[in-house]
C-alpha cells in the first residue's frame, strides 16, 4: 500500500466526521470537529509528534529538533463549507504526517523543529470571520471578533471555550518570527490548471489579492411594446455591455480573474425595459497593480457605456485583500523537491485565499497545489487521486530534506556550528 | 370650458372609482367597475344613446341610424392596471362620447348606428385572461376561460353572473360582420413617440405581434478565483453577449422592439462563476415576417455564442401573438381627419395590445393615439393634456362626418338608395 493510498483511505474514514447530508459538513467547534481531532491525533503521533491543542482549538503536532534550532510550520485547516469534499483543508494536515513517517523510515532525521498544525475555520462559514488560528500564530487576530456569532447566537468566544478546556488566551499564542523557519500549506488546487496540464502537483507563485465592487446602471423603465428602440435608456443592455467586456479585457490581461458572478434588475418584468441593473464584480490577482489597472478600465468602460446610451453608472469598491507573494527561496526549494521527485514543475498562483495568506504576516510562506478532479472543489465529488497524494507526500518529504541540508535551519540569534 | 376640459374633469371624476392607493385600480367586476358604469352611464346618455350592459359586462350605448343602415363601433377598456393611471382605456370610452356631444350640437346627424363599448376587461389583471367582451362581439371567445379564477377563487363565470342579472349568455352576442362598419378606438399612446414629434395625436397603423421566448444558457460553474479566465464557459458572459446583440439588432431593424426585462442566473454567488443564465426576451413588430426573421436571428447568433465558448444553448418560444393591421381606408379617413383639426399626421404602430386587436376579427379596424407626457403609462402619474384631448375629440367628430360623407356606410345586403 502506498503512502498516497493510505492517505485515501484516511481521508475517506476522517469523512465521517461529519454533519448529516452528502459530502463532508465538518463546521468549527462542534462534535464532528472534536471527532475529526481524535483521527489528527493519531495520525501525529504516528508521524513521532507530540499533541497539543492551542487556545485557538488549532491541533498541534510538534517534532522536537535540536536545542536551537528553528521551526518549520506546515499545516492546513481541518473544516470543510457545508456539503463539501474530503481534501479541501484537511489533506494539508494528513499528507505532512505521512511524510515525515517516510522520513523516519527512511531513518532521516531533521536539524529543526517541525510542527503541523490542523486550523480550526478556514473557510467562514459558520462564523462571519475566519482564519483565528493562523492569525494567533501572527498575532494579528483582532479581539473583537471572538463577540461575533454564529446563527444560533453562540458566539466565537464561546463556542472556543466550550471546545477548549479554558478561556481562550489567545494573546500567549504569537510567535516570534526570529523562532520560525517558514510555513508550507498543501491543498488541492480547486481550479482546472494542474489537471490542464497533465501534472500531479504544482508550486504556488502566490495568493490572489481579492477586490469587489458592487455596479450599478441606472436607466428608464418603460414599455416593452411602446418605447422605440432608439429611446431606450435599458440597464440591463448597459450591464450586459459591461460584462461582456470584463470577460474579454481580463481574458487580454493573463494576470486578472474577473467575475460577475449575480445579477439583478428592477422591474424584473419580461414586458418592462430595465430601470436599474445591479452586479457585484469581483477582481482577483497575482499583482495588485494589475488588478488595481484592471478595475479602473472597466470602471472607465462603464462610464463611457453610460454616457453612450444616457444611464447613470455607479462603481464602489466594497472589499479588498491586497495578494500575497509565496517565499522564493522556499518555493525554489519546494519546486526542486518536485521536480526531484520525477514530476514536471507547474507553477501557479492562488486563486483561493488560504491560512497561507494569514501565516505570511509570521514568516516566509510556501504552497504546494494537488492536482483536482475536473477542478471541481467545495463539493461532495471532489477528488484527488491516491498517485497524486503520494507524489505529494514525495515532494513534502523531498522539501524537508532539501530544508536540512541547506544549513539555513538554525536560529539566527544563535551562532552557527 | 373645451371639450377636452370637460374630458379632463370627468376622467378626474371616474378616477375615483379605484380600490385604495395610489392612482387607478379598477379590476373587472368590482364594486369600482359597477361605480365607474354609472358614470360612462351618464357619458353615454348626454351623448344621445341607449345604454344596456351586455351578457360580457361590456357597457354598450347605442345611437340609432336609419333603417338598415350599418354599425360603427367605437370604443376601449373601463379597467385598469394595479396603481395604474386615469386615461388608458377609460380615456377612449369618454372622448368618442364628447364627439357625439359636438357633433349633435353642430346639428350633425350620421347616416349610420354608432354603439359606443366600455369593454370590462382589456388588462388581464385579475383573471389570466382578457378581451372576453370584444372576443364575444367576433365570437372567438374559448368557453373555457369562464372556468378560469382569481387569486380568490372567484371564476370568471361567477364574477359575470354576479355582476349582471343571468348566467352570461355569450354565445348571443356575436355580431354580423356584414352589419359592422368597422372599430375605431381612441387610446393614449403609452409611449414617446408623439411627444418626440410634438403632436397631440397619431393615426395607428397597426398592432404590433408579440413573441415571447424563455432564453437559457448552461456553461458550468467553479470558483471565481481558481479557473483560468480561458477555462470558464460563464453562461452570464454568453448571455450578456447575447443580450447586447438583441439590442444592437433590434435598433438596426427599425421594425423590431425586443426585450430582455429579467434576468436569473445561477448559482447567484459573488464568486461562483454562473452555471446557467435565463431570460425570456420578448419581440414586437408590426410585421411578423420581420419579427421572425429577428427571431431567427437571435437564435443563430445565441448558437454561436454557446458554440464559441463550450456552452449549451435553449430558446424555446411560449407565446406569440401575430399582428394586426388597421385598415387602410379606415386609416385614411382618420388620417384626414386629423389633418383637417390642423394636426400634423404622424403614423406609428402600437406596440401595445389594445380591444381593437380582438376586434379586428370581426371588422376594419382604426385607432387614434393621444400624446402621452414622457412616455409613461399604468402608472399614477400617467397624464394626457386637455388640448390634447380636445384635439381627440375633433378628430373623432370628423372622422365621423368623412364617413357619414362617404356614402358607403349602408349595409352590402340593402341596394344603395
Request: with cysteine; proline share 6%; net charge negative.
Amino acid at each position: 500500500m502506498t503512502l498516497g493510498e493510505i492517505a485515501q483511505t484516511r481521508l475517506s474514514e476522517i469523512a465521517s466526521c461529519s454533519a448529516t447530508g452528502a459530502g463532508v459538513t465538518r463546521l468549527p467547534f462542534t462534535p464532528e470537529h472534536r471527532l475529526a481531532l481524535n483521527h489528527i491525533r493519531h495520525w501525529m503521533t504516528a508521524a513521532g509528534l507530540e499533541v497539543h491543542m492551542d487556545a485557538a482549538a488549532t491541533l498541534v503536532g510538534r517534532l522536537e529538533g535540536p536545542v536551537g534550532s528553528k521551526t518549520l510550520l506546515i499545516g492546513s485547516h481541518q473544516d470543510s463549507v457545508p456539503n463539501g469534499g474530503r481534501y479541501d483543508g484537511i489533506m494539508g494536515v494528513l499528507l505532512p504526517c505521512l511524510a515525515l513517517e517516510k522520513l523516519h523510515s527512511d531513518g532521516e532525521t531533521l536539524p529543526f523543529s517541525v510542527e503541523i498544525l490542523a486550523f480550526a475555520d478556514e473557510e467562514g462559514v459558520r462564523f462571519p470571520t475566519a482564519l483565528l488560528g493562523p492569525r494567533a500564530l501572527a498575532g494579528t487576530y483582532d479581539n473583537s471578533v471572538l463577540d461575533l456569532a454564529d446563527q444560533d447566537g453562540v458566539t466565537l468566544r464561546a463556542a472556543i471555550t466550550e471546545f477548549g478546556e479554558d478561556p481562550p488566551q489567545l494573546d500567549r499564542l504569537a510567535r516570534n518570527p526570529a523562532d520560525i523557519l517558514g510555513y508550507l500549506e498543501t491543498h488541492i488546487e480547486q481550479g482546472p490548471v494542474l489537471e490542464t496540464h497533465d501534472a500531479p502537483l504544482g508550486v504556488v507563485t502566490g495568493i490572489c489579492g481579492i477586490e469587489r465592487n458592487n455596479v450599478r446602471f441606472v436607466g428608464r423603465t418603460g414599455h416593452a411594446g411602446t418605447v422605440p428602440m432608439a429611446d431606450r435608456r435599458d440597464a440591463l443592455v448597459a450591464a450586459s455591455r459591461l460584462i461582456a467586456s470584463v470577460a474579454d479585457t481580463a481574458k487580454a490581461t493573463n494576470t486578472v480573474r474577473a467575475t460577475v458572478g449575480a445579477i439583478s434588475v428592477q422591474p424584473n418584468a419580461v414586458n418592462a425595459i430595465p430601470e436599474t441593473a445591479d452586479f457585484p464584480l469581483e477582481v482577483r490577482s497575482i499583482s495588485d497593480e494589475a488588478r488595481q489597472d484592471f478595475t479602473d478600465q472597466i470602471r472607465v468602460l462603464g462610464a463611457q457605456i453610460a454616457r453612450d446610451s444616457g444611464l447613470a453608472f455607479e462603481m464602489e469598491q466594497t472589499y479588498v485583500q491586497p495578494a500575497v507573494a509565496c517565499d522564493i527561496d522556499l518555493s525554489e526549494t519546494l519546486a526542486g523537491a518536485v521536480q526531484h521527485a520525477g514530476f514536471p514543475l507547474i507553477t501557479l498562483p492562488s486563486g483561493a485565499t488560504h491560512d497561507a495568506s494569514a501565516m505570511s504576516d509570521l514568516c516566509p510562506i510556501a504552497m504546494l497545489f494537488v492536482r483536482c478532479k475536473h477542478g471541481l472543489s467545495h463539493r461532495p465529488d471532489e477528488h484527488a487521486n491516491a498517485a497524486d497524494m503520494n507524489a505529494a507526500v514525495d515532494a513534502i518529504a523531498g522539501f524537508l530534506a532539501s530544508l536540512a541540508a541547506s544549513g539555513s535551519t538554525r536560529n539566527h540569534h544563535e551562532p552557527p556550528l
